[in-house]
């Protein structure tokens, strides 16, 4: 991945993208139309794709978690500005 873009927008897109993927893949896994041909499916395999299981529980997952969970408007922020902004 490139990390050359940092900043609060860069992670909390990166934390949206991360949470859209694991809710789709539970769409596919509880329709029963999972692959074979891969593990069963588990939230921390979606993580392991967009970044360690450590990094995403230490740094994005309890972090954003509570924005969302609590800071209904700076949620509303970071969803609107993230679009704006260029990483920083």
Not at 8 to 13: D, H, K, L
Request: charged share 20%; hydrophobic share 35%.
């Amino acid at each position: 991945m490139d990390h050359s873009q940092k900043g609060m927008w860069f992670y909390w897109n990166h934390y949206v993208e991360c949470k859209t993927a694991i809710e789709k893949a539970k769409e596919i896994s509880g329709a029963g139309n999972w692959p074979v041909d891969i593990p069963a499916f588990t939230e921390e395999h979606v993580i392991e794709v967009f970044i360690g299981k450590s990094a995403w529980h230490n740094n994005y997952g309890s972090a954003f978690d509570r924005v969302s969970k609590y800071y209904p408007d700076l949620e509303a922020w970071l969803q609107s500005s993230g679009t704006t902004q260029s990483g920083h």
